[in-house]
């Protein structure tokens, strides 16, 4: 079975810094793109980062910009998102997905439970 396992959530203060993980388990992520996506409440869901197999980056969404890094690690199949700086409204929902070609034209089949990311002090 194909699955991707979020970890690394949590509540944080504003200006604080979290590393959520994207564990893949029954296929190896290497030659996926791995997105991050995201979902405030009352909100639609939105793209963050994208990493493609051949480890190129995608960002998806401005407002991250110079805050959150993605990178890879296919001996460890999982896939990081480090979020710093974070603002109040990061909180959302947080999902990786995993998607073939590539980043700009991904069609993401297999998607993990999110984890829940609150920024408040």
């Known amino acids: 079975q194909l699955q991707l396992v979020e970890s690394g959530g949590g509540l944080v203060q504003p200006g604080g810094s979290l590393r959520l993980s994207c564990a893949a388990s029954?296929?190896?992520?290497?030659?996926?793109?791995i997105a991050w996506f995201r979902q405030a409440p009352g909100k639609e869901r939105e793209g963050v980062l994208c990493?493609?197999?051949?480890?190129?980056?995608?960002n998806y969404a401005d407002s991250v910009k110079g805050r959150f890094t993605i990178s890879r690690d296919n001996a460890k199949n999982t896939v990081y998102l480090q979020m710093n700086s974070l603002k109040p409204e990061d909180t959302a929902v947080y999902y990786c997905?995993?998607?073939?070609?590539?980043?700009?034209?991904?069609?993401?089949?297999?998607w993990g439970q999110g984890t829940q990311v609150t920024v408040s002090s």
């Open positions: 997905a995993a998607g073939l070609p590539y980043c700009s034209a991904a069609s993401f089949k297999v």
């Open positions: 029954g296929f190896t992520l290497d030659v996926y793109a």
């Open positions: 990493i493609s197999s051949s480890g190129g980056r995608t």
